[in-house]
């Protein structure tokens, strides 16, 4: 868990460019054709410079450099084969359990460990890294960016500190507002095709590559969900399977050395990657939240949904009429009431109800801040700040709540605030992650059999399958490289 993010930086970049705007067009590299946008290149590429280190410090870079420079080399192998081959590319691989894939404008493209252990092969890796380059290229961010002009987007400690509930749910729906710039279903398409263009280019076999969409389709199904995560800004083309299988099928011929799938390479590299929730950074037991990196636990509000991300903690009422934000933010020096003042001068918040208390040892400093608008009306907002070490980082609390409901929440923040301790549960902290594991198959059996003989596979069989696209009866050949899941950490099953 890290700082939380502001949008400072971005707008600063984007401001600039609302006030100089002049209604002008620009040729889309990929159609040729003049478009109206608000974005000139230079100022597209500085946009997504400005938003990269918000997206690294909110999500996290997987820590392996070998993965990080697999995942370049595809991406670079395609983008220098691009219709924008002079523009900087930048690939990264998100340390998120999720399945997803997303890009900036400017050329920065982000795909999560998640996704990368779903995928079987280099050429599924070049279609999906080759669908986002495809977005980047056609410039649909920035078309959809000019469409919605300055619409809210973007995150703060003001949109935390809202007097109205409704908008931090939007900010945890949005994420970081470049990421979340949705597509429609007409770019979504011409990415498909320019993800299977470029992957031919580059020499893989978009044909084997298409099949990814497989894994996704199937997620949808199983899961019983609308939308997998992956499509949560992508939304699926109708036939969005077949269509992308019979382009690549229709395209191979104009490729006849396109044909690198690049299984056991693949599965060479994401050997041993971490699958699913990594709990040193962060697990739920029971109404207890504990964080073995940075040892320390918390207790949240009971039957309360929990979103864990490097840079924040977030628990919400399951009736969505509070939530409870918890981050770890620099002091600059001071101690929890010094830092206190300071944010409430930041906010423009009077501080109410405010002492400074003992929290299990450490230096604490609790208090209420008021907020109020241009007409007057006021918003309280509860705040903590929990200091272990003189001089050391603070854990600050945050909990709103629909006026109406925040008499009622506020003895459930103070609890949490309260609740903060060191972890010391020696289980706890040796947890470690399950991961990836790659077997060669010695002799012929189904999936399933393979499963049941391996033993301590801490995830279903049908997650297994889906990882490896396969079935559980699915017939596996000696000398067939399966990807099982190893390890001993069982999650916390969300609520329904």
Avoid at 127 to 155: D, F, K, P
Wanted: contains cysteine; proline residues 6%.
């Amino acid at each position: 868990m890290l700082k939380w993010m502001t949008a400072r930086a971005w707008r600063g970049a984007i401001v600039p460019a609302v006030v100089l705007f002049v209604a002008s067009c620009a040729v889309n590299p990929v159609t040729g054709r003049h478009e109206l946008t608000l974005l000139s290149e230079s100022q597209e590429i500085a946009l997504g410079a400005e938003s990269d280190p918000q997206i690294v410090a909110e999500y996290g870079l997987y820590d392996d450099a070998r993965v990080q420079a697999y995942v370049d080399s595809i991406g670079q192998r395609m983008a220098h084969l691009s219709h924008r081959p002079d523009l900087k590319f930048t690939f990264r691989v998100l340390d998120s359990p999720v399945i997803n894939a997303f890009a900036l404008p400017g050329g920065y493209v982000y795909i999560t460990r998640g996704i990368l252990a779903h995928m079987n092969d280099e050429a599924e890796l070049a279609i999906v890294v080759g669908h986002e380059i495809g977005h980047v290229t056609a410039r649909h961010g920035v078309e959809q960016y000019t469409r919605q002009q300055m619409a809210g987007l973007g995150l703060g400690l003001g949109s935390i500190l809202s007097t109205h509930i409704a908008q931090f749910g939007q900010v945890l729906q949005q994420g970081l507002g470049l990421m979340f710039l949705k597509y429609g279903r007409d770019d979504e398409t011409q990415a498909d095709g320019l993800g299977v263009e470029y992957a031919l280019r580059a020499g893989f076999d978009a044909e084997a590559g298409a099949k990814f969409f497989e894994v996704l389709d199937r997620q949808t199904k199983e899961s019983g969900q609308s939308l997998p995560e992956w499509m949560s800004t992508h939304p699926a083309p109708e036939g969005r399977v077949h269509r992308t299988h019979d382009l690549a099928v229709a395209r191979k011929p104009l490729f006849p050395q396109s044909t690198r799938i690049g299984a056991n390479e693949h599965k060479g590299h994401v050997d041993g990657i971490v699958f699913g929730d990594d709990p040193r950074q962060g697990f739920e037991a029971g109404d207890v939240f504990k964080h073995p990196g940075l040892r320390f636990q918390v207790t949240l509000p009971a039957g309360w949904r929990v979103l864990n991300t490097p840079s924040a903690v977030r628990a919400g009422a399951p009736d969505q009429s509070a939530v409870l934000q918890m981050t770890l933010e620099k002091s600059g020096g001071v101690g929890p009431a010094q830092y206190a003042a300071k944010m409430a001068q930041s906010v423009k918040a009077t501080l109410v109800q405010s002492a400074a208390e003992r929290i299990n040892g450490f230096d604490g400093y609790v208090a209420v801040l008021r907020l109020a608008d241009e007409a007057g009306n006021t918003q309280d907002v509860q705040a903590g700040f929990v200091q272990r070490e003189p001089g050391g980082a603070i854990f600050q609390f945050v909990g709103i709540a629909k006026p109406e409901a925040f008499a009622a929440a506020r003895p459930a923040f103070l609890r949490s605030i309260r609740s903060l301790q060191t972890l010391t549960d020696r289980a706890a902290l040796d947890m470690a992650p399950n991961r990836i594991r790659v077997e060669t198959v010695r002799a012929a059996a189904t999936l399933q059999q393979i499963v049941d003989k391996a033993g301590g596979v801490p995830v279903p069989i049908a997650t297994v399958a889906l990882v490896n696209n396969l079935q559980p009866a699915s017939p596996l050949p000696v000398g067939f490289r399966v990807k099982l899941v190893r390890g001993a950490y069982q999650p916390k099953t969300a609520a329904p």
